[in-house]
């Protein structure tokens, strides 16, 4: 028995933690108890070494000093400061009334404004909880399925796992020993490619089932103009105008700045819109519809914030920690000036983001006590020599991880996966020649299906919080309204599932996607740095390098 426990004491030890997470013990304290037990075994059988635990305040110490983690409570106040502000609300009325003509045109605003709300909270509870609020009480009266509106309304709350600056995306490059910057960098463009991939699938719902998401009727359309239209044609011509400036500049841009130039083109395409809208709202020039203002002014201020936050880390002014800083800042400023900023929304947003901060350095302090205890048995190379030697070498390393990241997103949430797996996978990835931050980026894809799984999937948990459960009237048309069940609401999330593992497919083949963030550079040119004359100390004799002479 003593030399079973010695030969396999890595498995077992991983075998027991996952008994503790399946009896439903919190994962901090199951993480820390099963280092601790684990570790004085180990003494016992003279196989730790018992000097291991006396790095374990240093090991306290280093998560409380490092500064990448003060990201966390930056974004996640900024994210729940925006919640309450309203800009959730106004985006989604605006650009509700923009595709609302279209079929389909309510889910295609949703897919939208997560992708907004994402770049700018990077919190997945506030996405869900809002949009599911303010969109489907409306999706509901005018007739989509109910299945289809939940489903959209939670896998777009999920954007804000992926698309910067997401939380997981700190920790998993904290985890990985990477710069945050690059995997916001590399996760930008999967992000967006994935919304895509949401909106491809609503447009195949209308193809093949109308009825399911229709088109909003004429009389639900507030923005008119005097000949009835909606007023589309002249925000469709904006946007051509403002993307024709945005390429235009681009390539003067890029010529002076080496980082973040097609940030730099973006901004001022969204800043020639803005005066564009500005012109003809106070000289009356008649360019522009009352729905294309609307839309113009709703989205400058998360445009704005996107920039200030993710533009200034791009273009590397600020490091991510500064750069939430700021987003908090903007969305305090932006709160304000709303006249939505009150000592009782400030009190909430501040409690709910130590609640978070604590449950994430908890996790982080017993995951270490673990790690601790699970490398001093060598498990780190037992898992290394087990990953390493599969079938198929980084291909069939990275399909089975997926695999296995997917089947464990059933049980545990993103941060339990980054903490506990993350710093297990790593050394192995590395060791195959796997780029991490590609590597972490395809794990944060896959991760983000956590939020999604049946029956344990958070953003299904947060949707059923505010979906109506009890038939009720609607306030507009007077009509009884049928509740939306928990069964709907799971089988809306399956087909969304679906397409994130596709996506995580489409990260594998097309590493480019990611791998961009490696041609940004430095910033410095190698043809301007001159030859370095370096000074000779006079009085001093020469240096002898040749090899020693023996007597």
Known sequence: MEALLVHNMAPIMFGALVVFLLLGYPVAFALAANGLVFALIGIELGLFPTNFLQALPERVYGIMTNDTLLAIPFFTFMGLILERSGMAEDLLDTVGQLFG?????LAYAVVFVGALLAATTGVVAASVISMGLISLPIMLRYGYDRAIASGVIAASGTLAQIIPPSLVLIVMADQLGRSVGDMYEGAFIPGLVLAGLYAAWIL??????PS????LPKEAIRFREADGSAGVRSFLVLLVCSIAVAFASHAWVTSGVRQGGPILAATIGILFAFAVALANRFLRLGLLSRLAEQVVFVLIPPLALIFLVLGTIFVGVATPTEGGAMGATGALLLALFKRRLTLDLLKQAMDSTAKLSAFV???????RVFSLTFYGVDGHKWVEELLVGLPGGEVGFLVVVNVLIFLLAFFLD????AFIVIPLLGPAAERLGIDLIWFGV????????????PPFGFALFYLRSVAPKEPYVDKVTGRRMEPVTTGQIYWGAVPFVVIQCIMVGLVIAFPQMVMHYKSAGTGIDPASIKQLDIPT????????????KLD
Do not use: C, K, Y
């Open 101 to 105: 003509p279209v079929r389909g045109g």
């Open 361 to 367: 350095i908890f996790i982080l302090v017993g995951a």
């Open 537 to 548: 100390l006079e009085g001093l004799p020469p240096l002898d390098l040749g090899p020693p």
């Open 212 to 215: 399911a998401a229709p088109a």
């Open 442 to 453: 395809i794990l944060g894809v896959n991760m983000q299906t956590s939020f999604m799984h």
């Open 204 to 209: 195949l719902v209308t193809l093949v089932r």
């Open 414 to 417: 993103f941060f339990e996966l």
